[in-house]
């Protein structure tokens, strides 16, 4: 679960933003009219006797950049459905027609701010749910998820302040001496961690963030809050008239909170059953990142399309797309895991499966007895040979 539905409503509630598709190259197999109407050859990937016809993604919020890999995958002329909130077009693997349509589901907003994970087993014709690590563990008695493809090596989310009200804060650590107040969204598992592990006080964080920057601005520099690196950096600087000027940050991922955020997961027990489809579109996938971040123009101007249509009340403009883009390849919030893109660091789920496990049994939230990585997260359909860089 994306965990940010107030967070991303910031924007809409000041009335401001916060924040080519491939040409047909591919030859052999003919293919038949999918249901997005598109007709043509299928290329080498031949994703339709093994795939469902229409492969259903429930993204965990609007469209964004940080969900651009998934829009990659999209052929000439998708279809951008306004009411249904959703975009449906031929799914096409680094330039050629794979056989099989793709559909991409909104959240937040578009399913009630529900979880994705709720939405992932009340329909079942959703095949891949973008969630999170920590969620993962949470939901692993009852509503098991397994990760498939993680598209952010890092997660971007952080926790920033004034870094001329705090010219000797570096860290979040460094927020605990300075005393400043933490704005954060209430049950997040990251702020258990932080203070569980010392590295703020109970006295100084505040559950009240309710996704608008007004408590924030009105402090004047005094208070710290949660957000992400690949948004409010540009929002508070360029379009939050209050405030216009730069933040300071540290991402949660480097105070020791390593989770996957918005990875793509699966049902856990659908994962023998769809093993032949996903050995072949997990590498498309990776493939569709690494064209993604090496151009992502157009993508992104579907993105910022799509956001206009479905007009939920969230603005999203080029300038965001722009600038998550930029900033997720700069500060390493997409990359290589262990050499390869959209992999698992099976270490790091462990890790989140020993700093969570406490967190939960504290909620009275039932776990397994035993949890593994590997079910929690699966490099399994991976292709090592795709990479960044490569």
């Known amino acids: 679960m994306r965990n940010l539905p107030l967070f991303r409503a910031a924007g809409a509630s000041l009335g401001i933003a916060i924040l080519g598709l491939a040409t047909l190259t591919g030859c052999g197999q003919s293919g038949t009219a999918a249901s997005s109407g598109y007709t043509g050859p299928i290329g080498p990937v031949n994703l339709k006797q093994v795939c469902p016809a229409k492969i259903v993604v429930q993204t965990d919020w609007n469209p964004e950049a940080e969900h651009g890999p998934t829009y990659e995958m999209l052929g000439p002329d998708p279809k951008i459905d306004a009411g249904g909130k959703k975009v449906v077009g031929p799914l096409f693997a680094h330039g050629q027609y794979t056989g099989v349509d793709l559909e991409i589901r909104a959240g937040g907003p578009a399913i009630g701010f ?6 992932m087993y009340q329909d079942t ?3 891949f749910g973008y969630t999170d690590t920590d969620h993962s563990v949470q939901t692993a008695a009852k509503n098991p998820t397994t990760g498939v493809f993680a598209p952010l090596k ?3 989310q952080m926790i920033m302040w004034d870094p001329a009200t705090y010219p000797n804060v570096h860290t979040i650590a460094d927020l605990k001496a300075a005393k400043a107040t933490v704005l954060y969204y209430q049950g997040d598992p990251y702020m258990d961690y932080l203070l569980g592990a010392g590295i703020l006080d109970k006295s100084q964080v505040d559950g009240s963030y309710d996704g608008t920057p007004a408590t924030f601005v009105a402090a ?3 208070k710290a809050q949660q957000g992400f690196a690949s948004a409010e950096p540009y929002l508070y600087q360029q379009k939050i008239a209050q405030w216009h000027k730069p933040v300071a ?3 949660v991922n480097d105070a020791g909170f390593p989770i996957y955020k918005s990875e793509l997961a699966i049902r856990s027990g659908d994962l023998q059953a769809d093993s032949a489809c996903l050995q072949k579109l997990v590498p498309v996938m990776q493939q569709a990142e690494v064209d993604y971040f090496a151009n992502p123009a157009k993508t992104n101007a579907l993105i910022v399309d799509a956001v206009a249509k479905y007009d939920t ?5 080029s300038g965001n797309a722009d600038f998550a883009t930029a900033t997720m390849h700069k500060i390493g919030i997409v990359g290589n895991e262990n050499g390869t893109a959209g992999a698992f660091d099976p270490a790091r789920v462990q890790r989140i499966i020993d700093i969570t496990r406490p967190i939960y049994a504290a909620q009275k939230i039932a776990l397994p007895a035993t949890i593994t990585p590997e079910q929690i997260a699966t490099d399994r359909f991976i292709d090592p040979k795709i990479a960044f860089g490569s």
């Open 249 to 251: 940050y540290q991402l």
């Open 313 to 317: 009340g969230w603005v999203y403009d």
């Open 220 to 222: 004047g520099g005094k």
């Open 114 to 119: 529900q979880s994705v994970t709720s939405q």
């Open 154 to 156: 890092i997660n971007p």
């Open 125 to 127: 014709s959703i095949m």
